[in-house]
């Protein structure tokens, strides 16, 4: 806290603005010197698929069921297996992303 000639009210609302200037994560590292993130932050953005870790057999139980409707749907001409493969194929892709992105350690 600071030291100085002020009144005892002044000086209890300078220390509360300084306490709350030390909490301050961004003004810390700035003031610090460390450059503040530029992007924002994805996990808060997205929420819970942003931090999603899936297992191989997850990903590979994925690409079964993708290959299986995209058979099906070529076979029959079903509409009911193209958009079921329309709607697993992108969870298939992130998915597998995602486990590579962890197998390759990024």
Not at 13 to 36: F, N, V
Not at 43 to 63: D, N, Y
Request: net charge positive.
């Amino acid at each position: 806290m600071s030291i100085g000639r002020l009144p005892v009210h002044e000086q209890h609302i300078l220390d509360e603005i300084e306490r709350s200037l030390r909490r301050d994560r961004r003004l810390d590292r700035l003031l610090r010197g460390q450059p503040a993130r530029r992007r924002p932050d994805v996990k808060r953005l997205l929420g819970r698929p942003a931090t999603c870790r899936p297992r191989g057999r997850t990903v590979a139980l994925l690409v079964a069921v993708s290959v299986a409707l995209v058979v099906t749907g070529i076979v029959t001409s079903a509409p009911w297996a193209l958009w079921t493969f329309a709607a697993v194929w992108p969870v298939t892709l992130f998915a597998t992303f995602r486990l590579l992105c962890r197998w390759s350690g990024s």
